[in-house]
T-cell receptor, first 113, second 116 residues
């Protein structure tokens, strides 16, 4: 079975550019989570969706960050404009709706120059 | 709100020696407990989880953890480590949110280095 799929795996961009990260959850999973991992702050939950609806976006650091889930098999995290401090590894995870167990994708390593 | 404390940021251990990675949590509600492993430049892989039942939980790669409610701990152990166990290990707690979903709160991680 395919796990959580994320693309791209690596992204290098320049400050001010728009960045879009993509995630395909495990089929049948109704909850999707976006996390950011940095050395300083560890793993932080940015936002999560249930049945394609954003439930809690209190972890989104600034208005420059936005996330969408247009259907059950696809989600995007967009940063516009990007800044060097956004450099991090971004993970997507999914779970069945009433399950506490989350399954993580391989992550996208973002470098903003 | 929940919090997780991983008491050691780095643990060096010789190959074939036993290891214990410590995790303590704080929560005002019942929680589920998890250990994830992250190999270099990879995502997080579920190692084991405690949801209910027996407090001794066995996971993949020979790891096990024991849930101790009175001490609010969930320490991870392995009787004999291999070079391939070198990775970062994350303890996490999950509790039901007001929106009816489970949210994970992670510890800062413990880097296990296995020395040949």
């Amino acid at each position: 079975d395919a796990g959580v799929i994320q693309s791209p795996r690596h992204e290098v961009t320049e400050m001010g550019q728009e960045v879009t990260l993509r995630c395909k959850p495990i089929s049948g999973h109704n909850s999707l989570f976006w996390y950011r991992q940095t050395m300083m702050r560890g793993l932080e939950l940015l936002i999560y969706f249930n049945n394609n609806v954003p439930i809690d976006d209190s972890g989104m650091p600034e208005d420059r960050f936005s996330a969408k889930m247009p259907n059950a098999s696809f989600s995007t995290l967009k940063i516009q404009p990007s800044e060097p401090r956004d450099s991090a590894v971004y993970f997507c995870a999914s779970s069945p709706l009433v399950s506490a167990t989350q399954y993580f994708g391989p992550g996208t390593r973002l470098t903003v120059l | 709100a929940q919090s997780v404390t991983q008491l050691d940021s780095q643990v060096p251990v010789f190959e074939e020696a036993p290891v214990e990675l410590r995790c303590n949590y704080s929560s005002s509600v019942s929680v589920y407990l998890f250990w994830y492993v992250q190999y270099p430049n990879q995502g997080l892989q579920l190692l084991l989880k405690y949801l209910s039942g027996s407090t001794l939980v066995k996971g993949i790669n020979g790891f096990e953890a024991e849930f101790n409610k009175s001490q609010t701990s969930f320490h991870l152990r392995k009787p004999s480590v291999h070079i391939s166990d070198t990775a970062e290990y994350f303890c996490a707690v999950s509790a039901l949110s007001g929106a009816g979903s489970y949210q994970l709160t992670f510890g800062k991680g413990t880097k296990l280095s296995v020395i040949p």
